[in-house]
Protein backbone atom coordinates (compact mmCIF):
# COMPACT_ATOMS: atom_id res chain seq x y z
CA UNK A 1 0.00 0.00 0.00
CA UNK A 2 1.02 3.40 -0.52
CA UNK A 3 0.25 4.13 2.74
CA UNK A 4 3.32 2.10 3.98
CA UNK A 5 5.72 4.40 1.45
CA UNK A 6 4.95 7.07 3.65
CA UNK A 7 5.80 5.14 7.04
CA UNK A 8 9.05 4.34 5.08
CA UNK A 9 9.97 7.61 4.54
CA UNK A 10 9.47 8.96 8.06
CA UNK A 11 10.69 6.06 9.53
CA UNK A 12 14.41 7.42 7.65
CA UNK A 13 14.04 10.69 9.16
CA UNK A 14 11.67 13.95 9.90
CA UNK A 15 9.78 14.56 6.83
CA UNK A 16 10.38 17.59 4.82
CA UNK A 17 7.37 19.16 3.11
CA UNK A 18 9.13 19.32 0.33
CA UNK A 19 11.59 17.02 -1.14
CA UNK A 20 14.49 18.44 0.57
CA UNK A 21 14.22 16.23 3.73
CA UNK A 22 17.27 15.70 6.22
CA UNK A 23 19.14 12.57 6.73
CA UNK A 24 19.48 11.37 10.29
CA UNK A 25 18.22 8.96 12.98
CA UNK A 26 14.18 9.42 13.83
CA UNK A 27 15.49 9.78 17.34
CA UNK A 28 17.63 12.86 16.46
CA UNK A 29 15.21 14.41 14.09
CA UNK A 30 11.66 13.66 16.38
CA UNK A 31 13.53 15.43 19.64
CA UNK A 32 12.40 18.78 20.47
CA UNK A 33 14.54 22.04 21.24
CA UNK A 34 16.37 21.18 24.61
CA UNK A 35 14.05 22.64 27.04
CA UNK A 36 11.23 23.50 25.46
CA UNK A 37 8.75 21.38 26.89
CA UNK A 38 9.76 22.73 30.33
CA UNK A 39 6.85 21.71 33.19
CA UNK A 40 5.45 24.54 34.64
CA UNK A 41 4.68 24.67 38.53
CA UNK A 42 1.76 25.66 40.61
CA UNK A 43 -0.88 26.50 37.49
CA UNK A 44 -3.81 27.11 38.11
CA UNK A 45 -6.70 27.71 35.85
CA UNK A 46 -9.60 29.02 38.26
CA UNK A 47 -13.03 28.59 37.24
CA UNK A 48 -12.37 26.00 34.17
CA UNK A 49 -14.01 22.50 34.58
CA UNK A 50 -11.79 20.69 31.86
CA UNK A 51 -8.74 21.81 33.96
CA UNK A 52 -10.07 20.41 37.58
CA UNK A 53 -10.54 16.94 35.40
CA UNK A 54 -7.39 17.00 34.04
CA UNK A 55 -5.64 17.75 37.82
CA UNK A 56 -8.25 15.18 38.58
CA UNK A 57 -6.96 12.68 36.61
CA UNK A 58 -3.34 13.16 36.69
CA UNK A 59 -2.96 13.50 32.69
CA UNK A 60 -4.14 14.68 29.65
CA UNK A 61 -6.30 13.41 26.47
CA UNK A 62 -5.19 15.51 23.29
CA UNK A 63 -6.96 14.39 20.49
CA UNK A 64 -5.16 14.49 17.25
CA UNK A 65 -4.14 12.84 13.72
CA UNK A 66 -2.30 10.36 12.75
CA UNK A 67 -1.80 10.19 8.99
CA UNK A 68 -0.79 13.81 8.16
CA UNK A 69 3.28 13.97 7.45
CA UNK A 70 4.93 16.75 9.09
CA UNK A 71 1.75 17.98 11.10
CA UNK A 72 0.50 15.12 12.56
CA UNK A 73 2.18 11.46 12.48
CA UNK A 74 1.69 8.14 14.19
CA UNK A 75 5.22 6.44 13.24
CA UNK A 76 3.85 2.27 12.88
CA UNK A 77 6.44 1.20 14.23
CA UNK A 78 6.88 2.66 17.51
CA UNK A 79 3.51 4.19 17.41
CA UNK A 80 5.13 7.48 18.59
CA UNK A 81 3.62 10.57 17.50
CA UNK A 82 5.36 13.86 16.25
CA UNK A 83 4.81 16.47 13.77
CA UNK A 84 4.28 20.38 14.28
CA UNK A 85 0.75 19.98 15.79
CA UNK A 86 1.97 16.81 18.09
CA UNK A 87 4.83 19.49 19.28
CA UNK A 88 2.34 22.07 19.70
CA UNK A 89 0.03 20.10 22.04
CA UNK A 90 3.17 18.73 24.13
CA UNK A 91 3.93 22.45 24.57
CA UNK A 92 0.65 23.19 25.63
CA UNK A 93 0.40 20.52 28.23
CA UNK A 94 3.66 21.51 29.64
CA UNK A 95 2.70 25.13 30.41
CA UNK A 96 -0.27 23.07 31.89
CA UNK A 97 1.96 22.02 34.20
CA UNK A 98 1.81 18.52 32.73
CA UNK A 99 4.86 16.12 31.70
CA UNK A 100 4.54 16.27 27.51
CA UNK A 101 5.35 12.44 27.95
CA UNK A 102 1.67 11.52 30.12
CA UNK A 103 0.22 12.81 27.06
CA UNK A 104 -2.68 10.32 26.09
CA UNK A 105 -2.40 11.09 22.26
CA UNK A 106 -6.51 9.82 20.83
CA UNK A 107 -6.30 9.94 16.88
CA UNK A 108 -10.32 11.61 16.14
CA UNK A 109 -11.43 11.52 12.74
CA UNK A 110 -12.36 15.26 11.36
CA UNK A 111 -16.13 14.30 11.32
CA UNK A 112 -16.22 13.13 14.77
CA UNK A 113 -14.05 16.07 16.49
CA UNK A 114 -16.93 18.12 17.82
CA UNK A 115 -18.60 15.19 19.73
CA UNK A 116 -15.41 14.32 21.13
CA UNK A 117 -14.87 17.52 22.37
CA UNK A 118 -18.52 17.96 23.49
CA UNK A 119 -18.37 14.41 24.97
CA UNK A 120 -15.27 15.15 26.80
CA UNK A 121 -13.58 12.30 25.24
CA UNK A 122 -10.42 14.51 24.99
CA UNK A 123 -9.48 17.39 26.78
CA UNK A 124 -8.14 19.71 23.33
CA UNK A 125 -7.75 18.90 20.20
CA UNK A 126 -4.93 19.96 17.93
CA UNK A 127 -4.62 18.58 14.50
CA UNK A 128 -5.10 20.91 11.55
CA UNK A 129 -8.57 22.03 13.12
CA UNK A 130 -10.26 25.15 10.98
CA UNK A 131 -11.81 27.99 13.36
CA UNK A 132 -14.90 28.56 11.55
CA UNK A 133 -18.41 30.31 12.80
CA UNK A 134 -20.10 26.74 12.58
CA UNK A 135 -17.34 25.17 14.56
CA UNK A 136 -18.21 27.87 17.09
CA UNK A 137 -21.36 27.16 17.65
CA UNK A 138 -20.69 23.24 19.43
CA UNK A 139 -16.78 24.13 20.15
CA UNK A 140 -14.43 26.82 21.74
CA UNK A 141 -11.26 27.55 20.05
CA UNK A 142 -7.86 28.96 21.20
CA UNK A 143 -5.25 30.65 18.47
CA UNK A 144 -4.90 30.26 15.91
CA UNK A 145 -1.45 28.50 15.98
CA UNK A 146 -0.73 28.24 12.42
CA UNK A 147 -2.52 29.80 9.23
CA UNK A 148 -2.78 27.38 6.28
CA UNK A 149 -4.51 27.84 2.86
CA UNK A 150 -6.52 25.19 0.24
CA UNK A 151 -5.02 24.03 -2.58
CA UNK A 152 -5.11 20.85 -4.81
CA UNK A 153 -2.88 17.95 -5.30
CA UNK A 154 -2.15 15.83 -8.40
CA UNK A 155 0.15 13.58 -10.36
CA UNK A 156 3.00 15.00 -11.04
CA UNK A 157 2.38 14.52 -15.19
CA UNK A 158 -1.12 16.14 -15.03
CA UNK A 159 -1.25 19.51 -16.95
CA UNK A 160 -5.62 19.87 -16.57
CA UNK A 161 -5.68 20.96 -13.22
CA UNK A 162 -4.11 24.24 -12.49
CA UNK A 163 -6.57 25.62 -9.78
CA UNK A 164 -10.23 24.93 -8.61
CA UNK A 165 -11.61 26.53 -11.86
CA UNK A 166 -10.58 23.45 -13.57
CA UNK A 167 -12.12 21.18 -11.77
CA UNK A 168 -15.42 20.72 -13.75
CA UNK A 169 -15.45 16.97 -14.59
CA UNK A 170 -12.52 15.87 -12.47
CA UNK A 171 -12.64 13.49 -9.27
CA UNK A 172 -11.68 15.14 -6.38
CA UNK A 173 -10.85 13.89 -3.01
CA UNK A 174 -10.88 15.19 0.45
CA UNK A 175 -11.73 13.74 3.98
CA UNK A 176 -15.29 13.50 5.40
CA UNK A 177 -16.33 16.52 7.39
CA UNK A 178 -13.41 18.85 6.26
CA UNK A 179 -14.07 22.62 5.41
CA UNK A 180 -12.38 22.19 1.69
CA UNK A 181 -14.28 19.05 0.98
CA UNK A 182 -17.46 21.62 2.36
CA UNK A 183 -15.77 24.29 -0.02
CA UNK A 184 -15.50 22.02 -3.32
CA UNK A 185 -19.00 21.25 -3.04
CA UNK A 186 -20.58 24.56 -1.91
CA UNK A 187 -18.51 26.47 -4.90
CA UNK A 188 -19.68 23.74 -7.37
CA UNK A 189 -16.36 23.85 -8.56
CA UNK A 190 -17.16 19.99 -9.66
CA UNK A 191 -20.12 17.90 -10.21
CA UNK A 192 -21.81 16.41 -6.94
CA UNK A 193 -21.17 12.50 -8.20
CA UNK A 194 -17.46 13.40 -8.69
CA UNK A 195 -16.51 14.03 -4.88
CA UNK A 196 -15.36 11.54 -3.05
CA UNK A 197 -14.70 11.50 0.88
CA UNK A 198 -12.56 9.25 2.98
CA UNK A 199 -12.37 9.00 6.85
CA UNK A 200 -8.38 9.67 5.87
CA UNK A 201 -6.38 11.61 3.42
CA UNK A 202 -3.75 8.83 3.15
CA UNK A 203 -7.17 7.08 1.40
CA UNK A 204 -7.07 9.97 -1.13
CA UNK A 205 -3.53 9.69 -1.97
CA UNK A 206 -3.59 5.86 -2.44
CA UNK A 207 -7.07 6.58 -4.71
CA UNK A 208 -4.93 9.38 -6.47
CA UNK A 209 -1.49 7.30 -6.96
CA UNK A 210 -3.80 4.49 -8.61
CA UNK A 211 -5.95 7.10 -11.06
CA UNK A 212 -9.13 6.26 -9.37
CA UNK A 213 -9.39 10.03 -8.73
CA UNK A 214 -7.80 12.96 -10.33
CA UNK A 215 -7.10 15.42 -7.74
CA UNK A 216 -6.93 15.58 -3.68
CA UNK A 217 -7.64 19.00 -1.81
CA UNK A 218 -7.18 20.16 1.50
CA UNK A 219 -4.68 22.26 3.11
CA UNK A 220 -1.45 23.36 1.14
CA UNK A 221 0.75 22.10 4.11
CA UNK A 222 -0.60 19.00 4.60
CA UNK A 223 -0.44 18.18 0.31
CA UNK A 224 3.40 19.21 0.70
CA UNK A 225 3.98 16.65 2.92
CA UNK A 226 2.25 13.63 0.94
CA UNK A 227 4.00 15.21 -2.31
CA UNK A 228 7.18 15.10 -0.58
CA UNK A 229 6.89 11.37 0.68
CA UNK A 230 5.74 10.06 -3.02
CA UNK A 231 8.73 12.24 -4.62
CA UNK A 232 8.45 12.50 -8.30
CA UNK A 233 5.26 11.15 -8.27
CA UNK A 234 3.04 14.14 -7.22
CA UNK A 235 2.63 17.69 -6.63
CA UNK A 236 0.97 20.75 -5.05
CA UNK A 237 -0.79 23.31 -7.37
CA UNK A 238 -2.06 26.61 -8.33
CA UNK A 239 -2.24 29.30 -5.22
CA UNK A 240 -3.98 28.76 -2.31
CA UNK A 241 -7.84 29.52 -2.41
CA UNK A 242 -8.79 29.83 1.15
CA UNK A 243 -7.58 30.73 4.55
CA UNK A 244 -7.00 27.99 6.87
CA UNK A 245 -6.69 29.36 10.62
CA UNK A 246 -6.07 26.64 12.80
CA UNK A 247 -7.50 26.07 16.49
CA UNK A 248 -7.19 24.54 19.85
CA UNK A 249 -10.01 23.01 19.71
CA UNK A 250 -11.57 23.37 23.49
CA UNK A 251 -14.87 22.37 25.21
CA UNK A 252 -17.24 25.20 24.46
CA UNK A 253 -17.93 27.09 27.84
CA UNK A 254 -14.53 27.05 29.14
CA UNK A 255 -13.40 30.25 28.93
CA UNK A 256 -10.68 30.04 31.44
CA UNK A 257 -8.96 27.61 29.46
CA UNK A 258 -9.63 29.31 26.64
CA UNK A 259 -7.77 32.18 27.61
CA UNK A 260 -5.11 30.52 29.44
CA UNK A 261 -4.57 28.32 25.79
CA UNK A 262 -4.39 31.43 24.50
CA UNK A 263 -1.74 33.54 26.59
CA UNK A 264 0.45 30.15 26.25
CA UNK A 265 0.41 30.62 22.64
CA UNK A 266 0.87 34.09 22.82
CA UNK A 267 4.02 33.58 25.24
CA UNK A 268 5.30 30.73 22.33
CA UNK A 269 5.04 33.18 19.49
CA UNK A 270 6.81 35.92 21.32
CA UNK A 271 9.33 34.08 23.20
CA UNK A 272 10.39 32.24 20.21
CA UNK A 273 8.93 28.51 21.58
CA UNK A 274 6.67 28.38 18.06
CA UNK A 275 9.45 29.60 15.84
CA UNK A 276 11.88 26.26 17.79
CA UNK A 277 8.15 24.16 17.22
CA UNK A 278 8.09 25.34 13.58
CA UNK A 279 11.93 24.90 13.18
CA UNK A 280 12.28 21.31 13.78
CA UNK A 281 9.18 20.25 11.78
CA UNK A 282 6.98 22.30 8.84
CA UNK A 283 10.45 24.64 8.50
CA UNK A 284 12.50 21.77 7.40
CA UNK A 285 10.32 22.25 3.78
CA UNK A 286 12.74 25.87 3.94
CA UNK A 287 9.83 27.90 3.74
CA UNK A 288 10.07 30.55 6.01
CA UNK A 289 7.42 30.92 9.23
CA UNK A 290 4.21 33.10 9.08
CA UNK A 291 3.39 34.17 12.33
CA UNK A 292 -0.30 34.15 13.10
CA UNK A 293 -2.16 36.59 14.85
CA UNK A 294 -3.93 35.21 17.82
CA UNK A 295 -7.65 35.78 18.16
CA UNK A 296 -9.39 36.40 21.02
CA UNK A 297 -13.02 36.45 21.26
Known sequence: MRVRTLAAVLLTGALALTACGKEGSPADQGAAPAGLFEVAKDVKVDGSPTFEKIKSRGSLIVGVKEDQPGLGYKDPTTNKYSGFDIDIARLISAKLGFDPEKIQFKTIQSAAREQALINGDVDYYVGTYTINAGRKEKVAFAGPYFVAGQDLLVKKDNADITGPE??????????????????????????????????????????????????????????????????????????????????????????????????????ALDGGDWQKIYDGTLGKSGSAAQKPTIDRY
Open 166 to 267: TLKGKKVCSVTGSTPIKKIRDNNYTEPENIQEFQGYSQCVTKLLNGEVDAVTTDDAILKGYAAAEEGKLKVVGKTFSSEPYGIGLPKDDKALRDKVNDVLQA
